[in-house]
């Protein structure tokens, strides 16, 4: 328990950091644009009355695209970049904390099992995430009743803005790894924030190209939100790739943290 | 040259990933490009019925996806983002580097100036970006030819780079200056990096307001992605303007890092 409290003491200003963020930007493109995007159906709909009815269909232009759910599947990237890049960060950031200040062997010389520590430091990263998105989906939920909104209905909203959560557990999962196997580290920051934005620009190569094989490489896209709010499923496929990676990265992780020889 | 040498090494790895990345990016981006589809007119039509605000927050603010030329400057939309993000990490490496390993004494005892230390970092960094903005040249030179598409672009790939490089090199110097004016390396990597957030969320700002020229004009100060405009590298313009503010920003900023570089004391916290 020493090492949760000492890591959380060590965390809890970033996790308000990126608590705030995403409340944010939660607020401002939920609450401040949904508004301007659903007044523009009627102009959009017009443009579409002058096109066959087949154009519609086939660029995917619904009804349902200008309902609450479908504006948010047009900004959850920008909510999953900030997920990912503080994801990322604070599992880089608490499993490399001995290699960053270099006292791995005063923490390891404690009589505590080296697996009790590596659960207590994801269970800090794994507290983080959690308040992070329970005061997001807040945020979303609440924005979501003031502007009136209907449609999708609120379990399918919550499972939506899940994505958002699901992306944050895989970078955090891989911050971990790669702070565990790293034989030495400088800084964490520019690493954090390199594999956000490493996510983000890859999560615009499947919809730029249709090509869906993309999706493979681009973590933000195992979530397909739009699916969830337009069929009330995500692919199963890439659901359970999303969870096998945070799975092996964890247990890759927590071999070799157990079992690595400890520089001193 | 020793410390050029001992630079370009240590900066030799990150370059390596992020030239992979932009490889990547280029390649499978652009081989994929189907040619102009049906209905490329009438989607610009629904497009343009969007309020701006909403078009430069769902990205499609940045021209017709349709034709090769507006994918192209949607791709190099996003080198941009990486270019920024890689050049502020090398901008605040160069600086911060011998505080991060804990190698001032290494590298102090030598007999050089802090200035000529500095500048030789910066060059070496300054020769990477350059670099980075070849590559994208030859590669978007290259994975053309093979697309078979009828003309040649060359120029815009030229002006699309040169537009990566005024965007690497505000980021780049925009980095050495924050690294040099906070205490912590890692709070130089906070704060480089917020300015890079900050750069792109202007950018959608400035694509959001671009109708209302006073407030767009006062947000493109603040995003170099839009100094020069996707509409004017498609038109064959450059705004000079606009460079100026670029080298201004360079200036202002190299000269901070110059001055706190030779002026710190050397102290080895963080």
Redesign the interface.
């Known amino acids: 328990m020493n090492v949760y409290l000492f890591e959380f003491r060590r965390q809890w200003r970033s996790f308000l950091a990126g608590t705030l963020t995403q409340a944010i930007v939660a607020a401002v493109?939920l609450g401040g644009?949904y508004p301007?995007?659903h007044?523009?159906q009627k102009?959009?709909e017009?443009?579409?009355a002058g096109?066959p009815p087949r154009?519609a269909a086939?660029?995917g232009?619904t009804k349902d695209m200008f309902s609450f759910g479908g504006f948010f599947a047009?900004?959850y990237?920008?909510l999953a970049i900030v997920a990912a890049i503080f994801g990322a960060l604070w599992g880089l950031k608490v499993f490399g904390r001995e290699k960053l200040d270099r006292c791995m062997d005063f923490l390891i010389s404690k009589p505590a099992s080296r697996m009790g520590l590596f659960w207590q430091k994801a269970l800090v990263v794994l507290t983080g995430i959690v308040v992070m998105n329970g005061v997001f989906l807040g945020v979303a939920l609440w924005v979501r009743t003031s502007v009136g909104a209907t449609s999708p209905g609120v379990g399918q909203f919550v499972l939506m803005a899940l994505a958002v959560g699901g992306v944050q557990l895989i970078f955090a999962a891989l911050g971990a790894l790669i702070a565990v196997l790293a034989p030495r580290l400088?800084?964490?920051?520019?690493l954090g924030?390199?594999l956000g934005?490493?996510g983000?620009?890859?999560s615009?190569?499947p919809p730029?190209?249709?090509?869906s094989n993309?999706k493979a490489i681009s973590p933000f896209s195992y979530f397909n939100v739009s699916q969830m709010q337009t069929q009330g499923t995500y692919e199963t496929g890439y659901l359970v790739t999303a969870g096998a990676l945070c799975v092996v990265a964890l247990a890759v992780a927590c071999v070799a943290y157990v079992r690595s020889d400890v520089k001193a | 040259m020793n410390i050029f040498r001992r630079e370009m090494r240590a900066d030799l790895k990150a370059f390596i990933i992020w030239a992979i990345?932009v490889a990547f990016?280029l390649g499978?981006?652009l081989t994929?490009?189907?040619g102009v589809k049906n209905?490329g007119a009438?989607?610009t039509?629904?497009i343009?019925?969007?309020?701006p605000?909403?078009r430069a927050?769902?990205?499609m603010g940045s021209g017709n996806?349709a034709t090769f030329t507006g994918?192209y400057m949607?791709?190099e939309f996003?080198i941009g983002?990486?270019l920024a993000?890689y050049a502020a990490?090398l901008g605040r490496?160069a600086v911060s580097r011998e505080m991060?390993?804990h190698t001032y004494e290494f590298l102090f005892v030598r007999p050089r100036s802090r200035s000529w230390v500095l500048s030789m970092k910066l060059l070496a960094g300054a020769v990477y970006l350059v670099v980075m903005c070849m590559l994208n040249f030859l590669l978007s030179a290259a994975v053309a030819q093979s697309l078979d598409l009828g003309r040649d672009y060359t120029s815009l790939y030229v002006r699309s780079s040169a537009w990566c490089a005024v965007v690497g090199f505000v980021f780049f110097a925009v980095g050495a200056a924050v690294a040099g004016l906070v205490r912590k390396?890692?709070s130089g990597?906070?704060w480089a990096?917020v300015a890079v957030l900050v750069g792109y969320v202007a950018t959608v700002g400035y694509d959001a307001f671009s109708d209302h020229e006073a407030a767009a004009n006062i947000i493109r100060v603040f995003s170099p992605l839009r100094y020069t405009t996707p509409s004017q590298l498609l038109a064959g313009e450059w705004s000079v303007g606009y460079t100026v503010v670029a080298c201004a920003v360079i200036a202002g900023s190299l000269a901070i890092a110059f001055r706190r570089f030779t002026t710190q004391d050397l102290s080895e916290q963080g």
């Open positions: 493109f644009m301007m995007y007044d523009s102009d959009v017009k443009v579409l096109f154009f086939a660029f232009i047009f900004i990237v920008y400088h800084s964490v920051t520019g924030v390199g934005i490493l983000f620009v890859l615009a190569l730029m190209t249709n090509e993309f | 990345v990016f499978a981006g994929k490009f189907t209905g009438e989607i039509d629904v343009n019925a969007y309020p605000l909403v927050v769902m990205g996806m994918f949607v791709m996003y983002i990486i993000f990490q490496s991060v390993g390396p890692e990597a906070k990096n």
